[in-house]
């Protein structure tokens, strides 16, 4: 089994900064992927950012520019930098991990973390 665990998310002011982190824990061989993704009430749950093992990145283009995605292979942690923050950025942010473990393939997700962009 494979936990995530999240933390990071608050409530700040439009043009603030956020930086998210989530840890990996549990019998892991090996990480694929790690992502974020998030979603807003009344929406479908959207890819934001994913890093893969070989360092290639991917963002939703409504993040561009404003969001960093980085990972830190030696804690299986990946972290969200959030920066320029709009109200529209307000979402339950998850956590995404995929990989192997010594046995099988694992796709786990987060409990989620509140983030609200408001004045």
């Known amino acids: 089994q494979v936990q995530l665990v999240e933390s990071g998310g608050d409530l700040v002011q439009p043009g603030g900064s956020l930086r998210l982190s989530c840890g990996a824990s549990g019998s892991i061989f090996s990480i694929s992927f790690m992502g974020w993704y998030r979603q807003a009430p009344g929406k479908e749950r959207e890819l934001v950012a994913l890093?893969?093992?070989?360092?290639?990145?991917r963002y939703a283009d409504s993040v561009k520019g404003r969001f960093t995605i980085s990972r830190d292979n030696a804690k299986n942690t990946v972290y969200l930098l959030m920066n320029s923050l709009k109200p529209e950025d307000t979402a339950e942010y998850y956590c995404?991990?995929?990989?192997?473990?010594?046995?099988?393939?694992?796709?786990?997700w987060g409990q989620g973390t509140q983030v609200t962009v408001s004045s």
């Open positions: 890093v893969t093992s070989g360092g290639s990145t």
């Open positions: 995404n991990v995929g990989g192997t473990t010594k046995f099988s393939t694992f796709d786990s």
